[in-house]
């Protein structure tokens, strides 16, 4: 809008000499345009000739002064670009693309728009209105279509094409069944070696030490197996397999205590301990916090330390599988905020080996 203003007035005042003096007018404005190109040349020796938006300016703006049929021999243009650039100069002047006001829905508020490629990245299975449901359900108002473009825009495919889940989501599905036994060996004090059965949940990472023995027969398994489905009660419904190694201590009456239960045994390969690392890995933390630090007198004594770790494992012990929360903890305690601290209690396990800390009631 001022560039097609100035250009009028630049063109107003060229005018005034045409009108007032009425002579000599047509020479004059030669001279200036001569004048104006050998600015130009002189301002780039080197090249093409180039000309900036200033030099089209004056250079329209002094076609004014001439007649139509001298523009051939006075400017450096044709008279075709001249009246090219003429137009776009006055064309400036009923541009209202600044001005024009936007119309149309609004945009999509970015953090809506990641909260459904969430929803879309979590729940494969979804299509654009499952997920516009679930939205409605969380108080946005958003439309499927628009559910839909997102989902277009992000290189998301619909629900069906989808890849599926990935390994980590199937095997975390699967293990939710899963209850995994291994032995481990405890030495006492005086150099004995004792051998403890362990059984993890993978689902809830619960922990049971079956029993403790310095002669662990097929016999005394087969009963650990039996006095863990008994502890277990109606929760051995929520199980479906149970994860061994190949030791010959497991026998096939081993197998029918959980078979009976409807739940299938699963061998792990020779020598793979990683097919079965959750209990490996419980395994290394029962040594790490307890077993390292304690002296083991016998075998009453063994089970014991086993026991008291196995409270303290599934009632305080955070897991961060867990969302660090203990595997029989229903929910996580919350400080509020603002409010003075009670009192924290600290409960020494072990003489201090271990610290449980809680707050007074």
């Keep these: 809008m001022i560039v097609s ?3 009028r007035a630049t063109r107003a005042l060229l005018s005034v000499p045409t009108v007032l003096l009425r002579r000599d007018t047509t020479e004059d404005a030669e001279l200036l345009v001569l004048l104006y190109e050998n600015a130009v040349l002189r301002r780039q ?14 250079l329209a703006a002094l076609s004014s002064l001439l007649p139509r049929h001298r523009w051939h021999t006075v400017f ?12 776009k100069l006055i064309a400036r002047k009923w541009d209202y693309t600044a001005r024009r006001l936007r119309t149309g829905r609004p945009p999509t508020v970015a953090g809506l728009k990641k909260l459904t490629l969430r929803l879309a990245r979590e729940n494969p299975r979804w299509g654009h209105r499952r997920i516009q449901g679930e939205l409605a359900r969380l108080g946005h108002r958003i439309a499927p279509s628009t559910v839909w473009t997102i989902l277009n825009a992000a290189g998301i495919d619909p629900a069906p094409r989808r890849t599926g889940p990935s390994w980590r989501e199937f095997l975390t599905a699967q293990a939710e069944g899963i209850i995994a036994a291994d ?19 993978h689902r809830t990472r619960k922990l049971h ?4 023995t310095a002669h662990p027969t097929a016999q005394w398994v087969t009963q650990q197996a039996r006095n863990l489905a008994g502890d277990l009660g109606s929760r051995v419904e929520s199980l479906r397999f149970v994860l061994r190694d190949r030791d010959s201590k497991y ?3 081993f197998d029918a205590v959980f078979e009976a239960e409807e739940m299938k045994v699963l061998l792990s390969a020779p020598r793979a301990p990683r097919m079965n690392a959750h209990c490996e890995r419980v395994i290394g933390t029962v040594r790490r916090e307890v077993l390292d630090h304690v002296l083991i007198m016998n075998e009453a004594h063994a089970g014991q330390v086993l026991a008291t770790y196995q409270d303290h494992y599934n009632r305080h012990r955070p897991h961060r599988s867990q969302n660090q929360r203990p595997p029989d903890a229903q929910e996580q305690p919350l ?3 603002g409010l003075k601290a009670p009192r924290l209690l600290r409960t020494r396990v072990f003489g201090g080996v271990i610290n449980e800390y809680r707050y007074a009631s």
Aim: glycine share 6%.
């Design 209 to 212: 030490f079956a029993g403790v």
């Design 251 to 253: 026998t096939a009456s």
């Design 335 to 337: 400080a509020e905020p």
């Design 76 to 87: 450096p243009v044709t008279p075709a670009t001249l009246l090219t650039w003429h137009r």
């Design 45 to 58: 020796l080197n090249g093409p000739i180039r000309y900036q938006h200033a030099d089209r300016f004056w």
């Design 183 to 201: 032995f481990f060996h405890v030495d006492t004090v005086i150099g004995t070696r004792l051998y403890a059965l362990a059984f993890l949940e």
């Design 5 to 7: 203003l100035l250009y």
